[in-house]
């Protein structure tokens, strides 16, 4: 009886080819720019304005010249970090070898698969690495404090993350996994089966929620006169947040095995330091004294 009444009020689940996404914009007729390509840009273009506009309100630890440094890198660092983190982390063959690296067999001009980005694959674990690097390398020739800049330049950060999984949603790609609450939806690729948007759920954890928390933190409180403390929450947060989201979000198809065996997905064993590290840095800034909050100590007009 109640396997009835459950049948009587079941849902049509939503089919993702029935909202009419497209996977970028046609200009000219002959070039098409991804949304993904497009995320990318916008996010950078946002963290970059931002972070200027940041450098204006007290207390600031770098100049302008430093941020239009900083953004040259950390942009090479999140293309270079991503792909190879990817490449890395997620590739792994049954040698233990990853195949980006030893994959010549790709169509076109470019055949080793690990410089085909547009074939897609992108870590963040990876871009992290790669954005982590570039501040040590200018916050070190400029002697800039390390964890003051990080602070400024993570408030920004999960804007680009929310636009990626937006992005990610468009395309129709990095699917949930299977479920039977009513907003499931059908996604091409992965059959017939009724799965969590697991996108939208990264986007609105690691990118909105997060956003607003930082964007409160640093412009409604005296939070970013503790040196870590932003940074901090934000990798805390992010860490957090991945490491749920991935209870949601399908394994990626050569790691399934990795996840069966270990009991979390290669996403959730990264997320593992990040929620550490996090915490660890958070503690860190709140037992130690705030840094002076005088307009006289930022070098913003250096």
């Known amino acids: 009886m109640l396997s009835l009444l459950a049948a009587s009020g079941a849902v049509?689940?939503?089919?993702?080819?029935?909202?009419?996404?497209?996977?970028?914009i046609d200009i000219f007729g002959f070039f098409t720019l991804r949304f993904y390509s497009l995320?990318?840009?916008?996010?950078?273009?946002?963290a970059y304005w931002h972070t200027s506009k940041?450098?204006?309100?007290?207390g600031a630890p770098m100049a302008q010249r430093h941020v239009d440094d900083l953004f040259f890198y950390c942009t090479?660092?999140?293309?270079?970090?991503?792909?190879?983190?990817?490449?890395?982390?997620?590739?792994?063959?049954?040698?233990?070898?990853?195949?980006?690296?030893?994959?010549?067999?790709?169509?076109?001009?470019v055949s080793w698969k690990l410089l085909r980005m547009w074939d897609g694959g992108m870590s963040f674990h990876g871009g992290l690495m790669g954005v982590v690097a570039a501040i040590?390398?200018?916050?070190?020739?400029?002697?800039?404090?390390?964890?003051?800049?990080?602070?400024?330049?993570?408030?920004?950060?999960?804007?680009?993350?929310?636009?990626?999984?937006?992005?990610?949603?468009?395309?129709?790609?990095?699917?949930g996994r299977q479920t039977d609450v009513a907003w499931g939806m059908v996604f091409p690729g992965a059959g017939e089966v009724v799965r969590h948007p697991s996108q939208l759920y990264?986007?609105?954890?690691?990118?909105?929620?997060?956003?607003?928390?930082?964007?409160?933190?640093?412009?409604?409180?005296?939070?970013r006169y503790r040196p870590g403390f932003l940074v901090g929450v934000f990798t805390l947060g992010m860490g957090v947040a991945r490491f749920v989201n991935e209870f949601f979000r399908e394994p990626d198809a050569q790691l399934a095995d990795f996840a069966i065996r270990?009991?979390?997905?290669?996403?959730?064993?990264l997320s593992v330091p990040l929620i550490l590290i996090g915490l660890i840095v958070t503690l860190y800034a709140v037992t130690r004294k705030p840094v002076g909050t005088g307009a006289g100590s930022s070098p913003a007009t250096a």
Do not use: H
Request: aromatic share 14%.
């Open 202 to 223: 990264q986007a609105g954890l690691e990118g909105l929620a997060l956003l607003v928390v930082l964007m409160l933190l640093f412009w409604k409180t005296k939070a």
């Open 12 to 24: 049509d689940p939503i089919y993702w080819s029935d909202l009419g996404m497209k996977p970028g």
């Open 39 to 46: 995320a990318y840009l916008i996010g950078v273009i946002f």
């Open 262 to 269: 270990t009991g979390l997905s290669m996403g959730q064993w």
């Open 76 to 109: 090479l660092g999140v293309i270079l970090g991503g792909r190879l983190g990817y490449a890395a982390f997620y590739t792994g063959g049954e040698t233990g070898i990853p195949s980006a690296f030893t994959d010549f067999s790709g169509e076109g001009l």
């Open 54 to 58: 940041m450098l204006k309100a007290p």
């Open 136 to 175: 040590v390398f200018v916050t070190w020739r400029d002697k800039l404090n390390f964890l003051r800049v990080c602070d400024y330049i993570a408030v920004s950060v999960p804007m680009g993350m929310l636009l990626g999984r937006l992005a990610n949603f468009n395309n129709g790609e990095l699917w």
